[in-house]
């Protein structure tokens, strides 16, 4: 059954994966549509939480106990610091090395994993760590032409923020489902970039009617499935393994975009993919350590889902 468990758990995480990755080119559509960064934020994960509270007021989990406002609220603070730090560091180097350092977070997931969550860094973990680190610099190269420091410093940023959000998430979860704390997470983020764009006076909504339908994908695919799915698999494999998993994000979004927009593979891209999928075979093998305890609260709580 845990092995089981485990593999529906790597499969959560590559559905997220899946999602995720549509999120450079379904965002590079909106840009095309006359839709800005901020609208997009906001209109996203507000129609993200909309469309996630029938779900919650249909299974009576409209409720958050007090005791989970606090590390919900910081969750939900960390996911929005770290898109904005990697939209900023973008302005200050190119996307390719903002993103190849972004994807460094795998590694800061697991030392917290290690230092704060007690979870064993095992021979096994530790080379599909460095295969995924390797597959990720292939895939998504690394120019320092065009790069300053501030960009490199917001993009390392990012990764910790994100890091955190993801740490934060398996602990503050606890006695939670998937669903309530995945809702909760979307709607204070939708409320936030909606301040942020009203403050800022961003937020527009007179771009081209083909702009709603490439949202509607971005909400449903890249936002509700990629969220529920990532979360529900961190609590059956824990943090630093979810995390490691993810690395298949950029293969699938340089697919996606070789698909779509009718980009380049080359071969150090397919190499570093390979790099990617092997950490991902290596982390599917039997591990005599125990999955993350997160897993054990998850899986006893009636509120999940298979």
């Given amino acids: 059954m845990e092995r089981r468990g485990q593999a529906i758990g790597i499969g959560l995480v590559v559905l997220s994966a899946i999602g995720y990755a549509g999120t450079p080119t379904l965002a590079a559509l909106a840009y095309e549509a006359g839709i800005n960064v901020p609208t997009t934020l906001t209109l996203r994960f507000g129609a993200a939480a909309l ?7 249909l299974r009576r989990e409209a409720g958050l106990p007090r005791s989970h406002l606090g590390g919900l609220a910081l969750a939900g603070a960390l996911f929005v610091a770290n898109t904005s730090t990697f939209f900023l560091a973008i302005r200050y180097a190119p996307a390719s090395t903002v993103a190849a350092i972004f994807y460094s977070y795998p590694a800061i997931v697991t030392l917290l994993a290690v230092l704060w969550l007690g979870e064993r860094l095992t021979l096994v973990r530790a080379i599909a760590l460095a295969l995924a680190m390797i597959g990720c610099l292939l895939t998504l190269g690394f120019d320092f032409e065009g790069a300053d420091g501030r960009g490199m410093l917001l993009a390392f940023a990012s990764a910790c923020f994100y890091a955190g959000h993801i740490v934060v998430s398996s602990r503050v979860v606890r006695g939670l489902s998937v669903v309530r704390a995945s809702t909760w997470i979307m709607s204070g983020m939708a409320l936030m970039f909606a301040a942020f764009a009203l403050l800022s006076g961003s937020l527009d909504l ?8 490439v949202l509607a994908t971005m909400v449903v695919a890249s936002t ?11 609590m059956r494999l824990g943090p630093a393994r979810a995390s490691i998993i993810a690395t298949l994000e950029p293969v699938m ?3 996606l975009a070789a698909v779509v927009l009718r980009e380049d593979i080359g071969l150090m891209r397919a190499l570093g993919g390979l790099a990617i999928l092997t950490a991902v075979v290596l982390l599917r093998l039997p591990v005599a350590d125990a999955p993350a305890r997160p897993a054990l609260d998850a899986t006893g709580d009636g509120g999940h889902g298979s």
Wanted: no cysteine; hydrophobic share 75%.
């Fill in 51 to 57: 469309l996630a509270w029938p779900f919650l007021l």
């Fill in 206 to 213: 007179s771009f081209q009617p083909r702009g709603w339908l």
């Fill in 224 to 234: 509700v499935v990629a969220v529920l799915a990532f979360l529900a698999g961190v």
């Fill in 253 to 255: 979004a340089v697919a």
